[in-house]
């Protein structure tokens, strides 16, 4: 379709998609959108470097093949061969070790771990490719109209489209101004995070450990690195924090039972309370959600960012069916078909996790009970263990046809 540009500026007045938000969610569905034909504007403005890293499950990775972007990622990738769950919390009734092995369902891993810089890197520059238009503003108004949206940028340009997808993260300006309601739950925990160098091989094992105060979880980066999510409660987090890198790094020693060995902790710990929000609405007319805009969860499973990127793919199917069907991009029919394609994904893993971390801080002894004979069940019977594994990495029904590996059938 075409794009209307200002031709002082040389940027455009009106795109099909405005997307706001410069997060790997954003960039991906920039990309995904960019796929089958339409205009895209990305409003990326400039954010601080992001030290994290993500744990990109199978589904993630054969979309970003299929967009082109995972053969520049492979090679910074660490793959997650064996996903090892330990029972660290000390109470009387304690679950079995759990060890799930990606050759069980047939994968060579079940997913890759890489540095967040990296990904949005290639995000960036695959988008940039594809001719998504990138604007390093920020929106400071969203007006949204029955034929189109209106958004105002901090320089104060105006842009127009017949939709807007908000990738602005959990405190979301789009979803403010489309007037989306959210169901919010805040947890006396904060995540630590941070990457660090080890003196054992990590052996492609991710490990997690269930503690009392939540996970604390070792994901492999390449060579002998791993990053670190460790979730505490806020004033422990405040303690971890301040310590100096030598006595931080012989925290991470203790608290993985020194299974990495001798650990030297590398510049830049982040730190980010939790929570679950969950939209009452994923798609409303003129305005769709994407990332965590659209969700959520505790850092549990890795299941964050692939929720995200499962989005960009669900709109951009969504969008290239109505194309075909020549139906407004941004109407009620397209937007409710986005939030129903949506919903039981992000509804059925935001409550499974909650259900986990709620478990962990319980001190109830038959939710304990539970919890352990749950795990103790997909570790011995193995039609169980395999359905755990493959539906942690993404959902067996409804997948979005980038997460199968193929391009959005565009018109």
């Known amino acids: 379709?075409?794009?209307?540009?200002?031709?002082?500026?040389?940027?455009?007045?009106?795109?099909?998609?405005?997307?706001?938000?410069?997060?790997?969610?954003?960039?991906?569905?920039a990309l995904a959108v960019r796929s089958i034909g339409l205009d895209v504007t990305l409003l990326a403005p400039p954010a601080g470097p992001d030290r994290r890293s993500s744990a990109l499950m199978d589904g993630s990775v054969r979309a970003l093949d299929a967009l082109g972007v995972w053969a520049a990622l492979a090679g910074k990738a660490a793959p997650l061969r064996v996903m090892r769950l330990v029972d660290d919390t000390g109470r009387l009734i304690r679950a079995p070790l759990f060890e799930g092995r990606s050759s069980e369902i047939g994968l060579d891993a079940f997913g890759y771990n890489l540095l967040n810089t990296d990904l949005n890197a290639a995000l960036r520059l695959a988008a940039e490719k594809a001719g998504v238009t990138i604007l390093a503003e920020a929106a400071t108004a969203i007006e949204i109209g029955e034929a189109d949206v209106g958004i105002t940028l901090a320089s104060g340009r105006r842009l127009n489209a017949p939709l807007v997808a908000g990738a602005d993260g959990r405190r979301s300006l789009v979803r403010q101004a489309a007037g989306i309601d959210i169901i919010e739950e805040r947890y006396p925990q904060t995540a630590v995070t941070a990457n660090f160098a080890h003196s054992r091989p990590h052996n492609d094992v991710s490990t997690e450990f269930h503690t009392p105060s939540g996970p604390f979880t070792l994901v492999p980066l390449p060579g002998d690195r791993s990053s670190l999510v460790c979730v505490v409660t806020p004033d422990e987090a405040s303690r971890l924090l301040e310590l100096e890198d030598a006595a931080f790094a012989r925290e991470i020693e203790r608290r993985s039972q020194g299974?990495?060995?001798?650990?030297?902790?590398?510049?830049?710990?982040?730190?980010?309370?939790?929570?679950?929000?969950t939209p009452t609405r994923f798609g409303v007319p003129r305005v769709a959600l994407v990332g965590e805009a659209a969700h959520v969860v505790p850092p549990i499973g890795a299941q964050g960012l692939n929720l995200g990127l499962r989005d960009g793919a669900a709109l951009a199917d969504c969008l290239a069916d109505a194309q075909r069907q020549g139906t407004d991009l941004?109407?009620?029919?397209?937007?409710?078909a986005y939030d129903m394609a949506r919903r039981a994904d992000i509804v059925s893993r935001s409550a499974a996790i909650h259900a986990l971390n709620r478990s962990l801080l319980s001190e109830f002894m038959p939710v304990n009970s539970a919890r352990g004979m749950g795990l103790w069940l997909m570790d011995q019977i193995g039609p169980v263990r395999r359905a755990f594994m493959r539906e942690g990495l993404q959902p067996s029904h409804a997948l979005p046809r980038l997460m199968r590996g193929e391009r959005p059938q565009a018109a």
């Open 1 to 29: 379709m075409a794009r209307e540009k200002s031709a002082a500026l040389d940027v455009p007045t009106r795109t099909d998609l405005c997307i706001v938000g410069g997060g790997p969610a954003g960039f991906f569905s």
């Open 259 to 277: 299974i990495l060995g001798k650990v030297t902790v590398e510049p830049g710990r982040g730190r980010f309370d939790l929570a679950v929000i």
């Open 330 to 336: 941004g109407g009620a029919d397209t937007m409710r």
